[in-house]
């Protein structure tokens, strides 16, 4: 079972266009009925399974909005383009509050302090990560987990809540057990859909897992009656930090010697204008892969396998783009990406935009060290990502009264 799963999302961009071809014909209302229910039997037929694709941009979500309104009507595929934009909000959201990635790290550090010293708290969170609580629901969930590296967006519900409200579980460490062992792991969609869940993102609006519904969305594989907590008190949380403005990219000054950085965060890098012609005809590339920075502790090898092939794969696909390919091989990173800059003569590093999370936790180590070097790291932002995210300003509902303009501009902003 795991291989097979596990095979369903191999790590390149045809693979990613082929997924996605294959889900058009039901982006519009089949989706909207089918979506809720986690039907592992039928390989989750009723949603597309896109999102590790989507999240390391091996398919940009410009992409999938297109193929949706290719073939339907905005008003036919309306379910399936408001999730996508879930995904675009929720990163918007924390890009203009990076204080909450630090508070969930912050978060995580204590509660992995509490269970240094509380054998009783260690021994349900080992019981809970390896699917062994005794809940059948859970405990398969867990399974499922950690032998595809997908969860259905209704399993990760039920799942978080139960860990939360039923196992009494911090919260940082379920989504510390998710971003170890998603294959679409993200800072944002994951921190923020835990905060959900507990209360904290939508004060005092938890969510409960209940067995009927449960029963009802898994068409009776799971009916946990008795099992699960009856009641959900929102989770205290720090004070969520002022709003700070939408992050702006940079243009790339064409006079200076042009470096590449390539990250796990956007690997479709030919959506930028660098220039192509000489002297950077085929400028050097840095490969960072900052997939083992999402936990303290070790990511699962389905997802470090995920990222390195689709990094692979990247590097293939712009091949003609690309001159040298150096690696990053070991820490301290910042150092050797200035060697490598000093030895290929370089004076300024292009690289997509790397938003809030593991990737930019290890770049902002780096920043000091280039502007000491008098090295520009140029950030290229998508237009897809300046336009949405200055929109997250307050809750998704407000946000989603953007679509039809969101949508109205997709075409003319990029091709990928
Ligand atoms: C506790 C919790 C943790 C989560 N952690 C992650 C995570 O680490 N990474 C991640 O990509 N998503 C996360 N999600 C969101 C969602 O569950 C997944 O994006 C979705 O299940 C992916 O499966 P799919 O591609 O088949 O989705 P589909 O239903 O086919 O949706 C299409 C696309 O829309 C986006 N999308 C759908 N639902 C959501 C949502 N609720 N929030 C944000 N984007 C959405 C995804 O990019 C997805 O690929 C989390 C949700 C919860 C409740």
Known sequence: MSTANALQFTPTRTAALESMAA??????RDYASRRNYDLRANGHAGVSRLSPYIRHRLLSEQEVLTAALSRFSLSSAEK???EVYWRTYWKGWLEMRPGVWSQYREGLRAARDKLATQSGMRADWEAACRGETGIDCFDA?????STTGYLHNHARMWFASIWIFTLRLPWELGADLFLRQLLDGDPASNTLGWRWVAGI????????????????YTEGRFNPVG????????????????????PAGETPDPARATGWLLTEEDMLASFTPLPSAPPNAAPPAFVLDCTANRSPLAVAPLVTRFVKGALDDAISRHQNRFGSITHAERKPVAEQVLEWAKREGITQIAMPFVPVGAASDEISTLKPKLDAANIRLVPFMRPYDAECWPHATHGFFKFKENIPKFVAGLKGVHSI
Do not use: C
């Open 80 to 82: 399936f383009v408001q």
């Open 201 to 216: 993102q939508t004060p005092g609006k938890t969510y409960l897992a209940r067995a009927d519904n449960i029963a009802r």
């Open 141 to 145: 969930w867990a399974n499922e987990l």
């Open 23 to 28: 889900f058009v014909p039901h982006m519009g």
């Open 227 to 246: 099992q699960l907590a009856s009641t959900a008190d929102p989770v205290d949380a720090p004070i969520v930090p002022q709003r700070g403005p939408a």
